[in-house]
């Protein structure tokens, strides 16, 4: 038990230098906040924060990850052939607007879009990072495709195509306007719509 405790601190003060930098750069922005000001607000020291990130390049490095991290759940739906297609295309979308609807996961979001506006170049890496993360959705596609429901296509842009019309609604406007998160009567509406339109065109079999 004494072992363990100083890790569990460890990583209490980590995440909470992380919640710091978010929310300073939310407010300043990267270039204008300081390692100072990050471990006031984390409530720890400069040294400490150093410790843990050497560098605000660093920290923007670990926001990514943990914004990556949790695409990479949201996409971790597996294909089943004996299930029928269309019901696990809204449970993908479902379970993808759960994590397009979370405090959290916004709040990343906001950080890396403000700070790869502002700085280019990072936001190469950004969207570099994203795409590979993207993969389970093409995985998904990918074996319904090798399943015969899917037409032949490219997997990657296929998944870009049926995500990208639920952040048109359900991301971007929050994101960027400060949009209300949409009513679960809002989610089923476009999640359905969104299933239905890709069947229409990717489509093999009769969508059920």
């Avoid at 943990?66 to 739906?77: N, Q, R, S, V, Y």
């Amino acid at each position: 038990m004494s072992e363990s405790f100083p890790q569990r601190l460890t990583d209490r003060k980590r995440a909470a230098i992380v919640q710091a930098a978010i929310a300073e750069f939310r407010v300043s922005g990267f270039e204008a906040t300081s390692m100072d000001r990050i471990a006031a607000t984390a409530g720890v020291s400069k040294r400490t924060v150093y410790n843990h990130f050497p560098s605000k390049d660093d920290l923007f490095a670990q926001i990514l990850q943990e914004l990556w991290a949790c695409t990479a759940a949201a996409d971790a739906i597996a294909y089943r052939a004996e299930a029928p297609l269309r019901a696990q295309l809204i449970a993908l979308l479902t379970h993808k607007l759960t994590l397009l609807r979370d405090p959290y996961f916004l709040d990343l979001a906001r950080v890396a879009i403000a700070e790869a506006i502002h700085t280019p170049e990072r936001a190469r890496s950004m969207v570099a990072k994203l795409s590979e993360k993207e993969e389970g959705g093409a995985a998904f596609l990918r074996a319904a495709q090798a399943d015969g429901k899917l037409k032949p296509g490219d997997p990657a842009l296929m998944s870009q195509l049926l995500q990208g019309q639920l952040k048109t609604f359900a991301f971007w406007p929050q994101v960027a306007m400060g949009q209300p998160a949409l009513e679960e009567a809002q989610q089923a509406a476009i999640v359905t719509m969104a299933v239905d339109m890709f069947l229409a065109y990717w489509g093999t079999v009769q969508p059920v």
